[in-house]
């Protein structure tokens, strides 16, 4: 079965370290959307791809970059984390406009010390 | 920019009852598709129903209907004979006019007592 994953699941990391979280999915969906998730805020949309090099920054893009090289991959790069980046952050993936269901990774817990 | 409006941050039900969750949103396009997605402390996005803009027909799935005003530009999501496992948090979701996004409000949480 197609599936959307995301790793590590949990990252403790230190403020001012580079920091990757991976993405990876095999709907083969050109469209791919990162988001983090707050207390009170909801999904905010970070960074989000419509296809292989293709790149755009979302609402909260700031301190954060991806790079999209292939279909089934989007990372997302903290160039130097901060304790306001501490937060559960997902991927999502979507077949294209209209009714198509996103799909959504199982999350990764982010915590800058 | 468009907005999805969730105004209930919390809401609770007791088990078998039937709860509305509010949604209103903001778009200015005629063709558009509306999303309801369930988040249990699992943390896993799912999608519980969705509908699309050009039909007048409510969307059901089995336990779960919409209440869809296109005028009013509101789509409330009724949970009939609630269960434990309903708990969860409730996200709205609009599409954006000519666009692959979806636009989220900011959810309910949902608490089923017993």
């Known amino acids: 079965d197609a599936e959307i994953t995301q790793s590590p699941r949990h990252k403790i990391t230190e403020t001012g370290r580079q920091v990757t979280l991976a993405c990876h999915q095999t709907?083969?969906?050109?469209?791919m959307f990162w988001y983090r998730q707050d207390l009170g805020h909801g999904l905010r949309l970070i960074h989000y791809s419509y296809g292989v090099q293709d790149t755009n920054k979302g609402e909260v893009s700031d301190g954060y970059s991806v790079s999209r090289s292939n279909t089934e991959d989007l990372p997302l790069t903290l160039e130097s984390a901060a304790s306001s980046q501490t937060s559960v952050y997902f991927c999502?993936?979507?077949?294209?406009?209209?009714?198509?269901?996103?799909?959504f990774g199982p999350g990764t817990r982010l915590t800058v010390t | 920019a468009q907005t999805v409006t969730q105004s209930q941050p919390e809401m609770s039900v007791q088990e078998a009852e039937t709860v509305t969750l509010s949604c209103t949103y903001d778009t200015s396009e005629s063709d558009y598709y509306l999303f309801w997605y369930k988040q249990p402390p699992s943390r896993q996005m799912i999608l519980v129903i969705r509908?699309?803009?050009?039909?007048?027909q409510n969307a059901t799935e089995n336990r779960f209907s919409v209440n869809f005003q296109k005028a009013a530009k509101s789509f409330s999501l009724k949970i009939s004979d609630s269960q434990l496992g309903d708990a969860a948090m409730y996200f709205c979701?609009?599409?954006?006019?000519?666009?692959?996004?979806?636009?989220f409000g900011k959810g309910t949480k949902l608490t089923v007592n017993p």
């Open positions: 709907w083969n969906h050109n469209n």
């Open positions: 999502a993936s979507r077949e294209g406009q209209g009714p198509y269901e996103q799909y």
């Open positions: 979701a609009s599409t954006q006019g000519g666009s692959e996004k979806l636009v």
């Open positions: 509908q699309e803009a050009y039909k007048q």
